[in-house]
């Protein structure tokens, strides 16, 4: 079972490349999906989250407001590391029963693990590849706010607050430009594709 991870800076065009993967026959497994079900209201994730930063990032409802959750740890590095330290072990837990799964259901599936914080947490796990979604930070940025109306200052903090361009290329086995016009990027995703065999024999001799 080839096991790959795809990363990539906020509005990089991540997805557009997990979705193709997954149209050329992957099985995505998506980190931000994972992190959602492991923080659902009643687990022990959301328990450990409130007993730390406040019975108030809690809605009615008791599921988890994300964005008091934010406000609790944005621009704090401790307040983000207390959260990683509960959030990302149930996350790894979680994504190694689904790469399980998958395999069980099907031998020779190529797994995706779509993981933006891959350079922040998961960086040395065993990958079979690692694929890197680039954009210049400027054209995320402007991406952000047109796209996402996102505020000039909130767009720029937001990628402040990830690793930079270069640490996350240092990662990348394959990187795929995503600031070319969209037929461009997704061509480069068929070939990566089709080329996936040649790419993780090779890195699996450079490795030996």
Not at 27 to 34: L, N, P, T
Not at 64 to 74: E, V
Not at 106 to 129: H, M
Not at 161 to 181: F, G, N
Request: aromatic share 4%.
């Amino acid at each position: 079972m080839p096991l790959l991870a795809l990363t990539g800076g906020i509005a990089s065009g991540k997805s557009t490349i997990s979705r193709r993967l997954s149209h050329r026959g992957a099985v995505v497994v998506d980190a931000d999906a994972i992190v959602r079900d492991v923080q659902r209201p009643g687990s022990p994730v959301l328990a450990a989250l409130a007993d730390d930063f406040g019975g108030d990032i809690l809605r009615e409802d008791g599921s988890l407001d994300r964005a008091a959750l934010a406000g609790r740890t944005f621009g704090d590095a401790a307040a983000v590391e207390r959260m990683n330290a509960i959030v990302h072990p149930a996350v790894r837990e979680e994504s190694a029963r689904r790469f399980a799964e998958a395999v069980t259901a099907d031998p020779a599936a190529v797994v995706v693990y779509d993981v933006p914080l891959l350079a922040e947490a998961r960086a040395d796990d065993p990958w079979d590849l690692i694929v890197v979604a680039h954009a210049p930070a400027e054209t995320r940025r402007r991406r952000l706010i047109e796209l996402r109306g996102f505020t000039e200052q909130e767009a720029t903090a937001r990628i402040a607050a990830q690793v930079t361009d270069d640490e996350r290329l240092a990662l990348a086995d394959v990187v795929v430009d995503t600031a070319v016009p969209l037929a461009d990027t997704l061509s480069q995703v068929d070939r990566l594709w089709q080329e996936l065999p040649r790419l993780i024999a090779e890195k699996k001799a450079a490795r030996r």
